[in-house]
């Protein structure tokens, strides 16, 4: 998550738009095509030599719009080549994806440590560079052998299927899904006068990858070799506890064919693909999610209640992790 832009010495002239779009495009590719919107923020800035340090004064929004125009006008370069870059929200929230990018900022050297960086608010919004061109068969078997694309929509089917199997029990406190939904209706509790009692279900849209070494088409080696470079690739990620699940970058690319070919739920609030958050299994009907800060909206201006099976959603809920 490091800023690697170097700033330009003084006298020179300011970069034209074309070049701005240029670089913050070389930017996100070196990124391997995913950037948090605020690294992009601060990049952008670097670029137009504008003085991080001074960002508390400036005007944010101003610099969204400017980040949004820049894109825009990469897309329209795009366009020809069917590819794009578009928005997404990391379904976790923004209290959890600022508490990550602050960890992997300690790791690099290079890293933004300048106050004005930390005037940038909690964002979960991300840019991705996706390829639009072609419906899912063809835009993997571009990339990927026809093995490997058995592979890719098994472990896809295999984390969709283990999202569904709730599972009862202690439920891990250290989870930081668990931790942001217990935050946000211990809030609402404490305004009621009532106890908090965390809950005891949850699931995972994760599986082991010893699961997935039992496709049949590749051996162990394979696979592994398939793990990693489709993580590399921002197709896949680890958890925390090294289980497999769906990262942004497939999520943008494959959204559709995900919702309606695999059955992954959406979001009650935004209609975007959840995997993690807050489900109501409700008693005779699919279950509902709510992406995280989804989850923190619905409770605190829409209602506590679930629409569909009138459960309370602040003390009937099902943690995904
Ligand atoms: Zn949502
Ligand atoms: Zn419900």
């Known amino acids: 998550m490091s800023v690697q832009v170097s700033g330009r010495s003084a006298g020179q002239s300011k970069l034209t738009d074309n070049d701005l779009g240029r670089y913050i495009l070389h930017y996100l590719m070196s990124s391997r095509g995913i950037c948090e919107e605020n690294v ?29 125009d820049v894109i825009k006008r990469i ?12 928005q997404i929200s990391h379904g976790m929230g923004k209290n959890i994806v600022a508490s990550k990018s602050k ?10 440590t300048s106050p004005g960086a930390t005037a940038l608010s909690a964002t979960n919004r991300f840019y991705v560079y996706i390829d639009v061109g072609a419906v899912e068969e063809t835009k993997l078997a571009t990339r990927f052998s026809q093995k ?20 009862q029990g202690e439920v891990s406190a250290t989870s930081a899904v668990v931790q942001e939904v217990d935050r946000v209706r211990r809030l ?36 592994e070799d398939m793990i990693i470079r489709l993580c590399e ?16 970058r497939c999520i943008a690319e494959l959204e559709d064919d995900l919702l309606s070919t695999y059955e ?3 979001c009650q609030n935004c209609n975007r693909l959840a995997i993690y958050g807050v489900m109501c299994l409700h008693t ?12 923190q909206y619905q409770i605190a201006h829409k209602d506590t209640h679930c629409t569909a099976c009138g459960e309370s959603l602040i003390t009937n809920g099902v943690y995904v992790i």
């Open 40 to 68: 992009l923020l601060i990049a952008l800035m670097r670029l137009c030599d504008e003085p991080v340090e001074e960002a508390g004064e400036m005007d944010i929004e101003g610099w969204q719009k400017r980040l949004s």
């Open 75 to 86: 897309n329209l370069k795009l366009n020809g080549l069917d590819y794009k870059v578009v």
């Open 103 to 112: 960890e992997a900022m300690q790791f690099c050297s290079r890293a933004i």
């Open 148 to 167: 490997e694309v058995d592979f890719i929509k098994h472990a896809i089917q295999k984390t969709c299927e283990s999202g569904f199997n709730i599972r």
């Open 188 to 223: 609402v509790l404490e305004r009621a006068g009532a106890a908090f009692e965390p809950w005891d279900r949850y699931t995972t849209f994760a599986v082991g990858s010893s699961l997935l070494t039992q496709h049949r088409a590749l051996n162990a080696l394979e696979i």
């Open 233 to 248: 690739y921002k197709w896949f990620c680890r958890n925390e506890k090294g289980e497999i699940s769906l990262d942004l």
């Open 264 to 266: 992954f739920p959406a």
């Open 284 to 295: 005779d009907d699919a279950p509902a999610m709510w992406h995280v800060d989804c989850y």
